[in-house]
């Protein structure tokens, strides 16, 4: 078992399976056709990142260093949360993006029934050590435990 | 960050709950990267990536009923991103339906949400707002409150305004509380180089490639390019034209914000090397390191040697110029291959006024004559579906291929491909 440190972006307190993405996560590309076609698993459909393609991303840890792609990522994300397909929490090794930050900021602000849990620059050795299907606990102040 | 009286007063809820919120959510995504204050949006029309209506995005549409029902519209008026749908873009009856009754049955009652937000006119959908013929053209040093990747790059580097990659509906609330946070692209620290990219090639690089190579060596970064005006000569609109391709890749196959050419980008021109910063680090491309960049596109068709289908072409926008100069070396490539029409289905996309400023040319008519289908379409909005996706299509676009299955060519193999034939 391992203890990280990273930053408060949106709080909360979660425990959740590990899913590991090792590139960017692709907002749009990953969740488009969860949203479209109603798959409350979120089942990835972004072809082009080979660690979450096909994989279900509601309800775990999402481990990642960061998103990229279109500049819709933030309402993407926002509309996860709404529509109660979200990760139980985004956990980013590097520092966050301005794109994930405006989901992660817009579903805290503005979806009272919603809670996804949001930490940043949790470092590269976080994402070197946790794999799919670790326990990951994140608590209140930005502490993550990978076990 | 400092607050001024009135923007306390609008966090309080001086103004209502919503405008309360709405500035809630720009001062927290401010304090993430440590935003010294709220300044006023300056720049005259602002520009949004979101305009589709895509039915998966339902939650955003209650979001903007919940805006417009308390009166917390757009404080300028804004352009937005291209729409998804055109009836002359070939599609199959089963595209038809996916995109028209499940996809994009949203739409209609999407852009009439967007024209109670403030949209600038009914057809101002294009992600080359920037563009003469659109009339949405930041001056420099405007601070701005837009999205889409490619418009803000364009934004910052040709234009000199400032602006950070928003994201959808940030660029909104932005736009409706009329500030937005300082930091990154908006101080000048923040558009300070921490790369040197230093171009070495023998020829006139493909901006597309270029722009992909230098946005996945920096990513987030900032570059400054130096050898490229050997090969622009001058910020005409040939250049203009460069960059904007250029830039999209930088932004798609990275994240770039902004970038620097030396001697061509207003102020590279103005303040030279001393926006480099002391310990940049360098990248050097040279014609190996382009082809090792092309070689490492994954082909992601599930028949690697599959006929084209369709050919896409303007993601972003084409430009007037752009049209024109295609026009001419179509009908050069196909009066070589001794064909009269293109010989895989072929769309250059352009926004609605450059498409109307072009057909009052005498290129429009031999366009048309070569079977080249000209359309405002987003391709990525016609691609981002399993149907579409399932397809051989091809493009010179890098943001295309980056998003898409579409699969990339230069500019001379979409040239030889849609004019000849073959792979």
């Not at chain 2, 966090?11 to 993430?32: F, N, S």
């Not at chain 2, 024209?115 to 040093?141: H, I, R, S, W």
């Amino acid at each position: 078992m391992k203890e990280f440190t990273g930053r408060v972006v949106a709080g909360g307190c979660v425990t959740a399976p590990a899913l590991v993405s090792h590139g960017g996560l692709n907002t749009l590309a990953s969740f488009q056709k969860a949203l479209q076609f109603g798959d409350k698993k979120a089942t990835c459909g972004d072809q082009n990142n080979p660690d979450l393609y096909g994989k279900p991303m509601a309800g775990t840890a999402l481990c990642l260093p960061r998103t990229i792609g279109s500049t819709t990522g933030g309402l993407v994300l926002y509309c996860a949360c709404a529509m109660k397909r979200q990760p139980a929490c985004m956990l980013f090794s590097e520092p966050i993006d301005s794109l994930a930050a405006a989901g992660a900021i817009l579903q805290d602000v503005w979806l009272s029934d919603s809670s996804m849990p949001v930490i940043d620059s949790l470092g590269e050795e976080f994402l070197r050590y946790v794999r799919d299907g670790m326990t990951v606990t994140v608590k209140e102040n930005g502490v993550v435990t990978v076990g | 960050m400092l607050l001024t009286q009135e923007q306390q007063q609008i966090l309080d809820g001086g103004k209502g709950q919503t405008m309360a919120k709405i500035m809630q959510t720009l001062v927290r995504y401010g304090e993430l990267y440590h935003a010294d204050a709220m300044i006023p949006v300056t720049g005259k029309y602002n520009h949004l990536v979101t305009s589709f209506g895509l039915k998966a995005l339902t939650p955003v549409y209650e979001l903007m009923d919940q805006l417009i029902a308390e009166g917390a519209v757009s404080g300028t008026k804004f352009t937005a991103d291209p729409r998804p749908l055109d009836k002359n873009v070939p599609s199959s009856f089963l595209q038809d339906i996916i995109f028209n009754h499940f996809m994009y049955s949203k739409q209609d009652f999407y852009e009439e949400q967007l024209q109670k937000l403030g949209l600038m006119e009914k057809d101002a959908f294009t992600c080359t707002c920037y563009m003469d013929e659109v009339g949405n053209t930041p001056e420099k040093g405007d601070i701005l409150s837009w999205s889409e990747s490619s418009a803000v790059v364009y934004a910052n580097s040709v234009l000199a305004a400032r602006c950070n990659r928003n994201s959808g509906i940030i660029d909104l609330m932005g736009a409706i509380c009329g500030f937005v946070p300082r930091f990154g692209l908006l101080t000048d620290e923040g558009r300070k180089a921490t790369w040197i990219v230093e171009v070495r090639t023998t020829k006139k690089p493909e901006a597309q490639l270029l722009g992909s190579a230098i946005g996945m060596k920096v990513m987030e970064d900032v570059p400054y390019i130096k050898g490229l005006d050997k090969w622009l000569g001058t910020l005409d609109d040939e250049a203009k034209a460069y960059l904007k391709d250029m830039g999209a890749a930088t932004a798609s196959n990275g994240a770039v914000g902004l970038y620097h050419v030396a001697g061509i980008t207003p102020e590279a021109v103005e303040q030279g090397e001393a926006l480099i910063c002391p310990d940049a680090k360098v990248y050097v491309i040279d014609d190996a390191e382009l082809q090792r960049v092309y070689d490492s596109y994954p082909v992601i068709w599930k028949k690697k040697d599959a006929t084209p289908k369709l050919c896409f072409m303007g993601c972003p926008h084409m430009s007037l110029h752009q049209l024109m100069d295609w026009t001419d070396r179509v009908e050069a490539g196909l009066k070589a291959a001794g064909n009269k029409k293109v010989v895989i289905p072929t769309v250059f996309t352009a926004a609605p006024a450059v498409i109307e400023k072009f057909n009052a040319t005498p290129y429009a008519p031999r366009l048309k004559e070569t079977g080249v289908i000209l359309s405002y379409i987003c391709p990525l909005m016609y691609m981002n579906n399993p149907l579409s996706a399932k397809m051989p299509v091809i493009t010179s676009s890098n943001k295309l291929r980056t998003y898409t299955s579409a699969r990339y060519y230069t500019d001379d193999e979409i040239l030889a491909q849609i004019t000849k034939g073959g792979n």
